[in-house]
């Protein structure tokens, strides 16, 4: 190479040092007259009319003499770029001044860099808006943004299933919200890649800017958009950071409104961009390392950023640019919207409402421009908006949507997939859409197997919101306003070993408490149709039934010809860790098990699983049919519930973080004697909050204040029991440590301000 420089340049006492390169070669080349940088590409993955692209946008930016962007340096015959034989290999190659200063990747950031960078982006920007090459104008590759959808190619590249949907959602986010709107944003060459190793700083200032391999004609606001990503890896608020660059630059070439609206989700293609070719290239090429120096970071950066809100995004960007924030209606006038076509029988939580917008897997985000933590919410089992789910759904809606009297693929696919959870007795099941609907059906069905009509119920048990299910409900027929338990019903009393009569959890309660419910089975003046349980009570406070509870009674049941059923549509689909039904834990088969809530992530979803005797005798009664029930829709949405489930492994999941949750309860009750239980398995946790442990008497104005509390810290819970002094955490199941961690350490406060001003 050295005779080479020497001959084609004229250089001489010449060193030479390989630079990084992205996907060509880079060599710093240290001369008597000064240092050069030549570069080599391949004629395979190199363009000639790209390179000779790039050399015109540099000699164009250099019609006024400046230190600020590399200058195309002439070989010896005068011509910027030539084809040799460099080391054995025919290469295109061309050499630039070299220029000096540190990269920004290697100083520490401040207000004036990042001042200094949006203004050299616009000063840059203004000055290319008179360029158009052709080369670069045609050019879609995966580094454009607005041409993304070709990264889709890479996902499967990214190895864990739960990146590879958050990286998913942007995808599907970016269509929804940008897509629509890309043709109206005003276009124009810009450099596209100003990271923080191609953005060189001297005192304290963005001094130039080098690798004009990305060039692109593309929507202006891409520019903005990567310089972000990058520069904003490590940042603890990086919208704040974000908005210095967009202000200095705005001052210089003013942003328009359109821009700003969708610069929170091109930020994330960005990022989204380089994760998707950091995958690829580690599968492909390994050795590259600077391909994917900066995965770490961006992987951190796209993780913190659907805990914003885009619409605080956005109105810190136009804040950034002087306009107003993005008028929202007051709360007051929705309630009030609302109660002028709804019921007052529609309650609200929070005295405070709360008026949401969006959501992304644990997050919520309000109008205002708040996240909230979800640690409450468990029909979106898999995550709000998870991608594959929104997808799954939109797909089917756009091919086929019918009952279940045609014939159609999808029915036996979900069906089979859900059985296959089961036990093998458990192999015939009905779709309908909601729990309810469920528990109404199981009722059904047992009544017109057995021939009887009395049940058997739980103390404080909720199972929906059909007349049937309002009177197997105590949780609503014993409420102060309710209608009172009918006749056929039987209740048994809660096998509860934190509040009841028997405490001891070792086998000897749940017995104790079974011996009480089968004097009530025997002494039943007729035979009884169904008895009906949560494993764990959730409306009661999320009460686990005493250990070898359901053993006893079960087999009771059988005897007098009913059916055992059980409701898991609070603690199905793997929430509780260890098990992947609720009943599971009782060491007992039920005869019919009835879903929903998660089954449909939000879909509206229910389910009766029984067994083929059951069913069958179930279809000698009047014919059995729902409108929506399993239609193809619904089927496809379940189907990719299950598949979410088992990719990322989410009952592991639930089992890892939920102990991990707990611990940490425990731990605060070590320290607070109002906590007076912590109970639940997996990510299915109450906390009873207690006036005094000993008399264990309830305290509902503090667990209502402590709900309050974490509301007002963007943290959602709720309370429940019969009390309303248990506090309840079910979120969905992409729910992290650190999101665990950040609940636990905010009632830690809620708790310790609370005691300092009894
Ligand atoms: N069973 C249980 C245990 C429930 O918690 C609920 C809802 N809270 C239902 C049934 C009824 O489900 P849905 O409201 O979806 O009809």
Redesign the pocket.
Known sequence: MNTLLQKEFGFHELEIKQLNGYDNENFLITTDSGKFVFKTYSETTGSIALVEAENAALLFLHREENNLFPKPIPFSDGSLIKTLKVDGSRKICRALSFLEGQFSGEVSHTKTLFQSLGVLLAKMNLKLQAFDSEAIRTREWEWGIQHLHLNKAYLTDIDDAGDRALVTYFFQQFEENVSPTLHLLRRATIHNDANEWNVLVNNGEVSGLIDFGDLAYSPLINELAVAISYACFDKENPIEWASIILKSYHEVLALEENEIAVLYYLIAARLCTSLCNAAHSKKTNPDNKYAFGSEKQAWNLLHRWICINPIAAENSFRSAIGLAALSVKSTDEMVEERLEVLSPALTLTYSKPIVLSRSAFQYMYDVYGNTYLDAYNN?PHVGHSHPLVVEAGQRQMAKLNTNTRYLNDLLPEYANKLLSKFPDTLNRVFLVN??????DLAIRIARTHSGHNNIMVMEH?????TQT?IDISDYKFSNKVGQGQKDYIIKAVIPDTYRGKYTSDNGSAGKAYAKEALDQIIDSDEPIAAFIS?PI???AGQVPLASGYLQEIYPAIRQQGGLCIS?????GFGRLGDYFWGYEAQEVVPDIV?I??PMGNGH?M?AVITTQEIAESFSEGVEFFSSFGGNPVSCAIGLSVLNVIEAENLQEAANEVGSFYKSLFIDLQKEFPCIGDVRGSGLFIGVEIVKNRDSKEPDSNLAGHIKNELRDRFILVGTDGPHDSVLKTKPPLCFTKANAQQVVDNIHEILDSYYANL
């Open positions: 029909i909601s729990g309810s609907e469920a528990s048990g909720y199972h929906g919101h299910d949560e009570l959730g409306c409701d898991e549509v609070q603690t009835i929903g809530k509206p229910g």
